[in-house]
């Protein structure tokens, strides 16, 4: 990956820089924790500009994040209520309260969860499905991975050569947030199981 990076900035220069991330936002498993410090090294070495670096990366967040916010978009309401009534252990009920919880929280959502990683993809797609103002979005994913960007580029550019340690550092930081993660879903199924089990009993009786 790290190969295919580096030559996609050796062709592109800063723009290619921002087309991986972009690609990044669509496809999680492409991690901007790497793309993002190699940019900032190669921008030490005087092969790109840093603040081209920073805008175009930039840039390439907002392009990606507004995809995944039309397809919530397309996806819709009612359609996302559909596909929830289908999944076991899912009720109508959780896409509701999620539904006002992110009508009361959405935009801080939107601006801090571009610096969670996984999160930082998939909060687009829930903008979408609520509809948020298009240009509020828009602001908030801007300013939030502007700040995202900016940490990571500027740590591979003072890092230099020991570039990859961010992404040794961060990849802890996103085992923790996979484990949490995880862990939130068991006590979800788990919570949900019992539920089922006090029905069936109360129906015996």
Known sequence: MTDWLIALMERLGAPGAGLAIALENLFPPLPSEVILPLAGFTASMGEMDLLEVLVWTTAGSLVGALALYWVGALLGRERTLALAARIPLLKVSDI????????????????????????????????????????????LTATGSLIWNTIFVMAGYLLGENWSLVETYVGIGSKVVIALVVLAVLVFVGVRLGERRKGRHAARR
């Not at 929280?105 to 609520?130: C, D, N, Q, W, Y």
């Open 96 to 139: 509701e309260k999620t539904e006002a919880w992110f009508g009361r929280h959405g935009r801080k959502t939107v601006f801090f969860g571009r610096m969670i990683p996984i999160f930082r993809s998939l909060i687009s797609i829930p903008a979408g499905v609520e509809r948020m103002p298009l240009p509020i979005f828009a602001l």
